[in-house]
């Protein structure tokens, strides 16, 4: 069984793409705490999560939720375009019968509007990723010195000054 924060974030997920009749809050939440899942999470913000009995351990912050939630999204409507394209085509696209009328969305329309949100979500997704890791990223040293000033010696032993003391 997840835990709180995981199936509220499945109802989030759920909200955001429509609350779908045919993908209930439970799948997604099983999608959630599935390894493959997981492990492209782990891919992107260098982290290394695990599933122990069902839970995400450590715990997701609200950053980490963020980019779970666009993956799963992006995700949804990738299937989506799949579903659509690889199914058998309607072939009409409007009936008419005296003074009724009906008009049936075109299934190549309807895979261009998922294939539309998917790059949009994808997008996002990549510059909240780069944020994130910029964000949580280790100082680094541009001078050659460490974390406490003091002098590591790379800049003379195995730089561009190399030779110059002797």
Same mark, same amino acid.
Request: no cysteine; proline share 2%.
């Given at each position: 069984m997840a835990c709180a924060y995981l199936t509220d974030l499945a109802t989030n997920i759920w909200n955001d793409i429509g609350q779908p009749t045919?993908?209930?809050?439970? /799948?997604?939440?099983?999608?959630? @705490?599935?390894a493959p899942f997981l492990g492209k999470l782990n891919s992107l913000t260098a982290n290394c999560f695990t599933i122990v009995t069902g839970d995400i351990l450590p715990a997701l912050n609200? +950053?980490? &939720?963020? @980019? /779970?939630?666009?993956m799963y999204e992006a995700d949804f409507y990738t299937r989506k375009v799949n579903i659509l394209m690889n199914g058998? +085509? @309607?072939a009409w696209t409007t009936l008419r019968d005296g003074d009724s009328t009906i008009t049936r969305s075109n299934i190549v329309d309807q895979a261009r509007l998922? =294939? +539309?949100? &998917?790059? &949009?979500?994808?997008?996002?997704?990549?510059? @909240?990723?780069?944020? /994130? =890791?910029?964000? $949580?990223? $280790?100082? =680094?040293?541009?001078d050659y010195? $460490?974390?406490n000033n003091n002098w590591n010696g790379n800049w003379y032993n195995g730089g561009f000054m190399q030779g110059a003391r002797q």
């Open positions: 045919d993908t209930p809050v439970s /799948y997604i939440q099983s999608k959630l @705490i599935s609200t +950053d980490e &939720q963020g @980019i /779970y939630a666009l058998t +085509d @309607i998922y =294939r +539309d949100m &998917q790059k &949009q979500l994808n997008d996002q997704l990549r510059v @909240i990723v780069a944020a /994130y =890791r910029q964000s $949580n990223a $280790n100082a =680094r040293s541009v010195y $460490n974390q």
